[in-house]
Protein backbone atom coordinates (compact mmCIF):
# COMPACT_ATOMS: atom_id res chain seq x y z
CA UNK A 1 0.00 0.00 0.00
CA UNK A 2 1.27 3.26 -1.02
CA UNK A 3 1.73 6.07 1.69
CA UNK A 4 1.63 9.99 0.65
CA UNK A 5 5.01 10.64 2.59
CA UNK A 6 6.71 7.66 0.76
CA UNK A 7 5.45 8.94 -2.48
CA UNK A 8 6.71 12.83 -1.44
CA UNK A 9 10.35 11.62 -0.45
CA UNK A 10 10.60 9.43 -3.80
CA UNK A 11 10.30 12.57 -6.07
CA UNK A 12 13.88 14.12 -5.80
CA UNK A 13 12.24 17.71 -5.67
CA UNK A 14 10.91 17.32 -2.26
CA UNK A 15 14.10 16.11 -1.09
CA UNK A 16 15.69 19.01 -2.35
CA UNK A 17 13.04 21.19 -0.73
CA UNK A 18 13.15 18.96 2.74
CA UNK A 19 16.81 19.39 2.90
CA UNK A 20 17.66 22.55 3.75
CA UNK A 21 14.45 22.86 6.14
CA UNK A 22 15.93 19.97 8.17
CA UNK A 23 19.21 21.55 8.21
CA UNK A 24 17.86 24.84 9.05
CA UNK A 25 15.27 24.01 11.98
CA UNK A 26 17.62 21.80 13.49
CA UNK A 27 20.31 24.09 13.48
CA UNK A 28 17.90 26.87 14.98
CA UNK A 29 16.77 24.12 17.38
CA UNK A 30 19.70 23.22 18.84
CA UNK A 31 21.33 27.06 18.85
CA UNK A 32 18.58 27.89 20.82
CA UNK A 33 18.40 25.04 23.84
CA UNK A 34 22.63 25.39 23.83
CA UNK A 35 23.41 22.08 22.26
CA UNK A 36 24.99 23.90 19.32
CA UNK A 37 27.91 26.53 19.60
CA UNK A 38 29.47 28.43 17.02
CA UNK A 39 31.90 30.14 18.71
CA UNK A 40 35.07 29.78 19.66
CA UNK A 41 34.66 26.63 17.71
CA UNK A 42 31.91 24.60 16.08
CA UNK A 43 30.29 22.86 19.05
CA UNK A 44 27.81 19.77 20.01
CA UNK A 45 27.36 19.74 23.89
CA UNK A 46 24.82 17.94 25.16
CA UNK A 47 24.68 17.54 29.23
CA UNK A 48 23.47 13.75 30.41
CA UNK A 49 20.61 16.03 31.89
CA UNK A 50 19.26 17.37 28.58
CA UNK A 51 19.07 13.64 26.81
CA UNK A 52 15.52 14.10 26.66
CA UNK A 53 15.58 17.78 25.88
CA UNK A 54 17.58 16.71 22.61
CA UNK A 55 15.77 14.07 21.39
CA UNK A 56 12.47 16.45 21.65
CA UNK A 57 14.44 18.35 19.18
CA UNK A 58 15.76 16.15 16.88
CA UNK A 59 12.17 14.17 16.79
CA UNK A 60 10.56 17.65 16.25
CA UNK A 61 13.11 18.68 13.20
CA UNK A 62 12.31 15.61 11.47
CA UNK A 63 8.62 16.08 11.90
CA UNK A 64 8.44 19.57 10.77
CA UNK A 65 10.39 18.70 7.62
CA UNK A 66 7.91 15.63 6.69
CA UNK A 67 4.85 17.47 7.38
CA UNK A 68 6.05 20.93 5.49
CA UNK A 69 7.46 19.12 2.21
CA UNK A 70 4.32 16.72 2.55
CA UNK A 71 2.17 20.15 2.88
CA UNK A 72 4.11 21.67 0.06
CA UNK A 73 3.91 18.73 -2.66
CA UNK A 74 -0.38 18.78 -0.81
CA UNK A 75 -1.09 21.75 -2.11
CA UNK A 76 0.80 21.80 -5.47
CA UNK A 77 -0.99 18.82 -6.41
CA UNK A 78 -4.29 20.66 -5.46
CA UNK A 79 -4.24 23.85 -7.15
CA UNK A 80 -7.61 25.37 -7.14
CA UNK A 81 -9.46 23.22 -4.66
CA UNK A 82 -9.52 25.03 -1.74
CA UNK A 83 -10.34 22.68 0.91
CA UNK A 84 -7.01 20.96 -0.11
CA UNK A 85 -5.05 24.42 -0.38
CA UNK A 86 -6.36 24.81 3.16
CA UNK A 87 -5.49 21.48 4.65
CA UNK A 88 -2.05 21.78 3.35
CA UNK A 89 -1.35 25.61 4.35
CA UNK A 90 -2.64 24.56 8.20
CA UNK A 91 0.18 22.11 8.00
CA UNK A 92 2.84 24.63 6.89
CA UNK A 93 1.61 26.53 9.98
CA UNK A 94 1.46 23.65 12.33
CA UNK A 95 4.85 22.49 11.22
CA UNK A 96 6.76 25.82 11.68
CA UNK A 97 4.86 26.96 14.92
CA UNK A 98 4.53 23.48 16.61
CA UNK A 99 8.27 22.45 16.88
CA UNK A 100 9.63 26.20 18.93
CA UNK A 101 9.18 26.62 22.17
CA UNK A 102 7.13 29.43 22.94
CA UNK A 103 10.03 31.31 24.62
CA UNK A 104 11.44 31.76 21.52
CA UNK A 105 8.99 34.59 20.55
CA UNK A 106 10.14 36.55 24.06
CA UNK A 107 12.26 39.16 22.56
CA UNK A 108 10.00 40.40 19.31
CA UNK A 109 7.04 40.45 22.00
CA UNK A 110 8.80 42.61 24.09
CA UNK A 111 9.77 44.61 21.27
CA UNK A 112 6.50 44.93 20.09
CA UNK A 113 4.93 45.72 23.59
CA UNK A 114 7.36 47.00 25.84
CA UNK A 115 4.63 48.20 28.41
CA UNK A 116 3.82 44.54 28.93
CA UNK A 117 7.51 43.45 29.21
CA UNK A 118 7.58 42.14 33.14
CA UNK A 119 4.47 39.62 32.45
CA UNK A 120 5.74 38.65 29.33
CA UNK A 121 8.94 38.10 31.16
CA UNK A 122 7.51 36.36 33.88
CA UNK A 123 5.74 34.20 31.10
CA UNK A 124 8.92 33.44 29.05
CA UNK A 125 10.11 32.40 32.41
CA UNK A 126 7.07 29.62 33.16
CA UNK A 127 7.54 28.80 29.55
CA UNK A 128 10.46 28.06 29.38
CA UNK A 129 10.40 25.62 32.90
CA UNK A 130 7.51 23.70 30.40
CA UNK A 131 9.81 23.23 27.47
CA UNK A 132 9.34 19.68 27.56
CA UNK A 133 5.98 19.43 28.10
CA UNK A 134 5.39 21.77 24.98
CA UNK A 135 7.87 19.92 22.48
CA UNK A 136 6.20 16.83 23.54
CA UNK A 137 2.75 18.50 23.05
CA UNK A 138 4.20 19.87 19.64
CA UNK A 139 5.21 16.65 18.78
CA UNK A 140 2.27 15.10 19.05
CA UNK A 141 0.69 18.19 17.25
CA UNK A 142 2.88 16.75 14.35
CA UNK A 143 2.19 13.37 14.45
CA UNK A 144 -1.42 13.93 13.72
CA UNK A 145 -1.04 16.24 10.90
CA UNK A 146 1.33 13.85 9.34
CA UNK A 147 -1.43 10.98 10.26
CA UNK A 148 -3.53 13.55 8.80
CA UNK A 149 -1.39 14.28 5.16
CA UNK A 150 -0.84 10.18 5.07
CA UNK A 151 -4.48 9.26 5.72
CA UNK A 152 -5.62 12.34 2.78
CA UNK A 153 -4.69 10.09 0.29
CA UNK A 154 -4.26 12.82 -2.03
CA UNK A 155 -0.69 12.93 -2.57
CA UNK A 156 -0.71 9.28 -3.04
CA UNK A 157 0.67 7.86 -6.70
CA UNK A 158 -1.82 5.78 -8.16
CA UNK A 159 -1.08 3.01 -10.64
CA UNK A 160 -1.50 3.40 -14.36
CA UNK A 161 -4.38 1.63 -15.60
CA UNK A 162 -3.39 2.04 -19.18
CA UNK A 163 -0.99 -0.59 -18.36
CA UNK A 164 -3.49 -3.29 -17.84
CA UNK A 165 -5.10 -2.88 -20.70
CA UNK A 166 -2.09 -2.81 -22.96
CA UNK A 167 -1.15 -6.22 -21.25
CA UNK A 168 -4.83 -8.00 -21.50
CA UNK A 169 -4.61 -6.55 -25.55
Partial sequence: MSSPIADTFKDIRYLLVAAPILVAYGITLLFFD???????????????????????????????????AVSVRLIILQRGTAATTRTGALGIVAAILAGACPCYY????????????GALGALGIILNVFQIPVKFASTLILIFAAYKLNASGVCKVRPDRTAKHSDQS
Avoid at 42 to 57: H, K
Fill in 34 to 68: QFLFFAPYFTLYVPPTEALNLILDLLLTVLTTIVL
Fill in 106 to 117: LIPLLAVTGTFG
